[in-house]
T-cell receptor, first 115, second 109 residues
């Protein structure tokens, strides 16, 4: 079946512009996660959705970052007034259960480059 | 808060030898411990996981052991092959999922 799909795969934009990243989770997966991964680094947790609600937003770096999920499916991560330090790969993952005790299935990520 | 320490950060192993990666966690309520493999430029993928009611789990050349008392768990890869070269991440979960910083495994020919 289809896996987690993210778009765009690559995004290059100028500093100060807004960007929107999209994640299509596996159908039926209740939980959805966003992570940020800088080059050669680990997985930095950003936000977790359980259905359409976000019980854990603790990883969002600043108020320039926001995310929403609609219909218990597609999620968008928005970064406003982008800065060069926002350059990274943004990974989305989905999981069958709302608890964290199920495997996460990752997308291929969006590589964001801020000029 | 919960913390997961992963060691070593880099590991080089001769092809055919075994590799061991260790993680420690701080929250005794953690109950699920997955391991993910990320090849260069690819997405992380689950390779094995273990729950807190089990001490060891094996899948072909890969095994994971869990010591709840000491709050540490380890990934063991036997008879390593070139395709095992990747970054490996451990994680511990309770009401949050916390990842280790990763181990870059190099398999030497």
């Amino acid at each position: 079946g289809a896996g987690v799909s993210q778009s765009p795969s690559n995004k290059v934009t100028e500093k100060g512009k807004d960007v929107e990243l999209r994640c299509d989770p596996i159908s039926g997966h209740t939980a959805l996660y966003w992570y940020r991964q800088s080059l050669g680094q680990g997985l930095e947790f950003l936000i977790y959705f359980q259905g359409n609600s976000a019980p854990d937003k603790s990883g969002l770096p600043s108020d320039r970052f926001s995310a929403e999920r609609t219909g218990g499916s597609v999620s968008t991560l928005t970064i406003q007034r982008t800065q060069q330090e926002d350059s990274a790969v943004y990974l989305c993952a989905s999981s069958l259960s709302p608890q964290h005790s199920q495997p996460q299935h990752f997308g291929d990520g969006t590589r964001l480059s801020i000029l | 808060g919960e913390n997961v320490e992963q060691h070593p950060s880099t590991l080089s192993v001769q092809e055919g030898d075994s590799a061991v990666i260790k993680c420690t966690y701080s929250d005794s309520a953690s109950n699920y411990f997955p391991w993910y493999k990320q090849e260069l430029g690819k997405r992380p993928q689950l390779i094995i996981d273990i729950r807190s009611n089990v001490g060891e789990k094996k899948d072909q050349r890969i095994a994971v052991t869990l010591n709840k008392t000491a709050k540490h768990f380890s990934l063991h890869i036997t008879e390593t092959q070139p395709e095992d070269s990747a970054v490996y991440f451990c994680a511990a979960t309770d009401d949050k999922i916390i990842f280790g910083k990763g181990t870059r495994l190099h398999i030497l020919p």
